[in-house]
């Protein structure tokens, strides 16, 4: 069954015109080929996937479609491969005539769902350390 964000995703994928729509989903099925766990969301109004925070988003404009690893680190660290698509600090913009290809976006999908996964692990070993802080120290030793 479809989740609430997937069919808000679908309706919204509906409306956009083409060539743009097919760009869209060509986009949607390659970040949820590389990250098969993580699941759709929406976020900023846009459609995207989420795994441990959310990963990317995408989006269609009047002249361009957009993506967004959702932290500009990852694209910072791509350098000159997305020269050709980086209009401003943490987006990416592209065209039919420009389309962004899909091994950037697996790359960065990869890069953001283990920034994330690294975000949480850290997130959960500061709560432990902050829970064991008030605890005697026996107490966490034993968990």
């Not at 069954?1 to 743009?20: G, N």
């Not at 060509?26 to 970040?31: A, F």
């Amino acid at each position: 069954m479809a989740s609430d964000a997937s069919r808000r995703i679908d309706h919204y994928l509906d409306k956009v015109p083409d060539p743009f729509r097919e760009m869209l989903r060509h986009v949607r099925e390659v970040v949820r080929h590389v990250a098969p766990d993580a699941e759709e969301i929406i976020t900023y109004s846009m459609p995207g996937i989420g795994q441990n925070g959310p990963v990317v988003s995408y989006c269609a404009h009047k002249r361009h479609c957009s993506f967004y690893p959702m932290g500009a680190t990852v694209l910072d660290d791509l350098g000159d491969e997305i020269a050709p698509w980086r209009t401003s600090k943490g987006t990416l913009q592209f065209t039919p005539d420009n389309p962004l290809p899909d091994r950037v976006i697996r790359k960065i999908v990869t890069a953001r769902v283990a920034a994330n996964a690294v975000k949480t692990r850290t997130s959960k070993a500061a709560v432990v350390k902050a829970s064991c802080a008030s605890l005697k120290r026996s107490q966490c030793r034993n968990s």
